[in-house]
């Protein structure tokens, strides 16, 4: 007869990911004439749970390069975008959400400037692609079969015999000290 054992274990119980691709505009102090460059840093984020969504703040810092005075100054504008996502994860069969869960957020493709262009008021618009992906950990109950019996123990034998051994203690020299 079968003996089984219960173990409680953290395990993914909801998984998923998702894109996002958003616009932005920033009004620089000078008129720019051409965008020279698009950076996108020091992104940060934190997952947390909403009733049955997982929520992501982030943010993260965006720099361009521009020129202005018919190309021949140029500058950088910078601005810190904060963003608020929610994701709606499909939790596995038998999980709950509600439980002790942790909420772990991966960034899959770092926020990226994917096209930037100057509008007729002199105004950068400029698109911003990312994807991240959301995993909820929570508990998980396993069952096991265990056996009663234990498996018996090999028996180890040495490869030394007698004629080994005699050879060992002929070849110690006991005057080495």
Same mark, same amino acid.
């Given at each position: 007869?079968?003996?089984?054992?219960?173990?409680?274990?953290?395990?993914?119980?909801?998984?998923g990911?998702?894109?996002?691709? %958003?616009?932005y505009?920033?009004?620089?102090?000078?008129?720019?004439?051409?965008?020279?460059?698009?950076?996108?840093? %020091?992104?940060?984020f934190?997952?947390?749970?909403?009733?049955?969504?997982?929520?992501?703040?982030?943010?993260?810092d965006?720099?361009?390069?521009?020129?202005?005075? /018919?190309?021949?100054?140029?500058?950088?504008?910078?601005?810190?975008?904060?963003?608020?996502?929610?994701? %709606?994860?499909?939790?596995?069969? /038998?999980?709950?959400?509600?439980? =002790?869960?942790?909420?772990?957020?991966?960034t899959?493709?770092?926020? /990226?400037?994917?096209?930037? /262009?100057?509008?007729? %008021?002199?105004?950068?618009?400029?698109?911003?692609?990312?994807?991240?992906?959301?995993?909820?950990?929570?508990?998980?109950?396993?069952?096991?079969?265990?056996?009663?019996?234990?498996?018996?123990?090999?028996?180890?034998?040495? =490869?030394v015999?007698?004629?080994?051994?005699?050879?060992?203690?002929?070849s110690?020299?006991?005057?080495?000290?």
């Open positions: 007869m079968a003996l089984y054992k219960e173990i409680v274990t953290k395990t993914i119980i909801g998984k990911k998702k894109y996002f691709k %958003n616009n505009t920033i009004t620089p102090t000078d008129r720019p004439t051409t965008v020279l460059g698009c950076w996108v840093i %020091n992104h940060q934190k997952g947390y749970k909403t009733g049955e969504k997982i929520g992501v703040d982030g943010s993260f965006i720099n361009i390069w521009y020129s202005y005075d /018919n190309d021949s100054k140029t500058t950088v504008v910078n601005k810190k975008i904060d963003y608020n996502d929610t994701f %709606n994860v499909r939790v596995r069969e /038998n999980s709950d959400i509600n439980g =002790d869960t942790d909420i772990i957020v991966r899959l493709k770092q926020p /990226n400037c994917v096209k930037v /262009n100057i509008t007729e %008021n002199g105004d950068i618009n400029f698109d911003i692609e990312k994807e991240l992906g959301v995993e909820i950990v929570g508990e998980a109950k396993v069952k096991i079969s265990v056996e009663e019996e234990e498996d018996p123990w090999d028996e180890i034998e040495d =490869d015999d007698d004629e080994v051994l005699e050879q060992i203690d002929e110690v020299d006991e005057n080495y000290i």
